[in-house]
């Protein structure tokens, strides 16, 4: 299972942590990722971080802004966002990696970007 | 980046029949794609990964194929449980992408 949680609404510029605890596999064997969705984009891919967080990676439209970060031991991965932007409204999903696909996915947390 | 585009932007089918759904790369991808469900409200799930293989629990007449740059998604015996839009992801690249999402309606 994976549980997002830390959505909200924030203002424009404001700052928001995401957390995602999974349970029921081996956590520390798995690269996480974090990918957004709403209504008019679909499916967005935002940032990917592997078993050990020595390789991380986040979409253009994040990088500077969003910084993902990961506790085996406590078995969650994060994503610390900072200015944030009317565009980064969406539900944020928790994403399992396996050998590229992304087989399991968090229920998300929704995070609304408004003034 | 590779682009991924997906056609028909949305498909209605009667019951029993046969959705194709069609997802074309900017890029040679191999065999690297996969293929989701999402329905409102819930989480998306994966149904195809490698382009032509089934994940745990999918079945049979769900299938998935093609390679380098083309590739479809076939649901047979269409049923109102299918109802979803339907997502196509390379993982060859980064940034990783998706396609823009296949809407499937019952008619």
């Known amino acids: 299972q994976l549980a997002e949680s830390g959505g909200g609404l924030v203002k424009p510029g404001g700052s928001l942590r995401l957390s995602c605890g999974a349970s029921?596999?081996?956590?520390?064997?798995?690269?996480m990722n974090w990918v957004r969705q709403t209504p008019e984009k679909g499916l967005e891919w935002v940032s990917f971080i592997d078993s050990g967080s020595k390789y991380i990676y986040y979409a253009d439209s994040v990088r500077g802004r969003f910084t993902v970060s990961r506790d085996n031991a406590k078995n969650s991965v994060y994503l610390q966002m900072n200015n944030l932007r009317a565009e980064d409204t969406a539900v944020y999903h928790c994403?399992?990696?396996?050998?590229?696909?992304?087989?399991?996915w968090g229920q998300g947390t929704l995070v609304s970007v408004s003034s | 980046e590779v682009v991924m585009t997906q056609s028909p932007v949305t498909l209605s089918v009667s019951p029993g029949e046969t959705a194709t759904l069609s997802c074309r790369a900017s890029h040679r991808i191999f065999s690297n794609l996969a293929w989701y469900q999402h329905k409102p409200g819930q989480a998306p799930r994966l149904l195809i990964y490698a382009a032509s293989i089934r994940a745990t629990g999918i079945p049979g007449r769900i299938y998935g194929g093609g390679s380098e740059t083309e590739f479809t998604l076939t649901i047979t015996n269409v049923q109102s449980e299918d109802v979803a839009i339907y997502y196509c992801h390379q993982y060859t690249e980064w940034p990783r992408t998706f396609g823009q999402g296949t809407r499937l309606d019952i008619k």
């Open positions: 029921g596999f081996t956590f520390s064997n798995y690269p």
């Open positions: 994403v399992r990696e396996e050998v590229g696909s992304f087989d399991f």
